[in-house]
């Protein structure tokens, strides 16, 4: 197997209400900027990469429809399945991959990326891609860029040096039925986690990582709105000091 001929799947969970998002009257992943909703410019970026042949949407139930009518609208055609949420973030991941397996019987790649992270870019999608082939389960990271303290009962009980360590991000990238396996695990072990990467690390894979970029921040508060904001106006004012 190569990794031209390795099938590699973006699954985009976009199943959560966003209760950090105070004032908004739809779902976060349904904001739109620039005539576009936040969750079309994140799987946008999946679309257009050359390397990634399918892309599976987790949605909330109810928006279903509006996704639907907003693939059609923006020529979206590497979404071959949108399913529904669940509970968790971790049960929407697992919704998607049962998906994925459905439609792919060969070992496949596939990236989970938050529906609400559209600052990723093509040269960090094709690192994770790259890193999965490679060596295994891959977290995107960025540096941390604050001083981290580990703090006990009110006080500061360690300043962490901070070169030491890293954001964890997305996309994260792994062999699709190394993950479904562990997500079968954990629903048996009743067990609950953050992310795909602590569940895989809980179950004994190695994480390797890929530097991803400092602006791709998750939105889930207004100030991450309109930091997403500023960003986009800033990329286009910058047209006007092109040579």
């Not at 019987?105 to 600052?119: C, F, Q």
């Not at 891959?138 to 890293?166: F, M, Q, W």
């Amino acid at each position: 197997m190569t990794k031209e001929s390795t099938p590699v799947f973006a699954l985009i969970f976009a199943g959560g209400m966003g209760e950090r998002m105070e004032g908004a009257r739809i779902p976060k992943q349904f904001l739109e900027i620039g005539g576009k909703s936040i969750i079309v410019r994140t799987v946008e970026q999946f679309q257009n990469h050359p390397s990634v042949d399918g892309i599976v949407v987790v949605c909330l139930e109810d928006w279903i429809e509006e996704f639907l009518a907003q693939v059609e609208l923006f020529r979206l055609s590497k979404v071959i399945e949108v399913v529904c949420g669940g509970a968790t973030g971790q049960e929407s991941i697992y919704n998607g991959l049962c998906a994925i397996s459905k439609i792919e019987s060969r070992k496949s790649i596939v990236l989970v990326h938050d529906g609400v992270r559209p600052l990723i870019n093509t040269t960090t999608i094709t690192h994770c891609i790259d890193s999965v082939f490679e060596k295994g389960c891959t977290a995107t990271v960025a540096p941390a860029i604050e001083t981290i303290i580990e703090e006990k009962d009110g006080r500061v009980n360690r300043v962490v040096d901070r070169a030491k360590c890293r954001l964890a991000r997305a996309p994260q990238g792994f062999w699709t039925d190394d993950l479904i396996a562990a997500h079968t695990k954990a629903n048996r072990d009743k067990l609950s986690f953050i992310d795909s990467i602590s569940l895989m690390a809980h179950y004994g894979h190695e994480i390797f990582t890929v530097e991803g970029p400092i602006e791709n921040i998750k939105i889930t508060s207004p100030r991450d709105f309109f930091a997403l904001k500023g960003y986009m106006d800033m990329k286009e004012l910058s047209q006007l000091w092109e040579v």
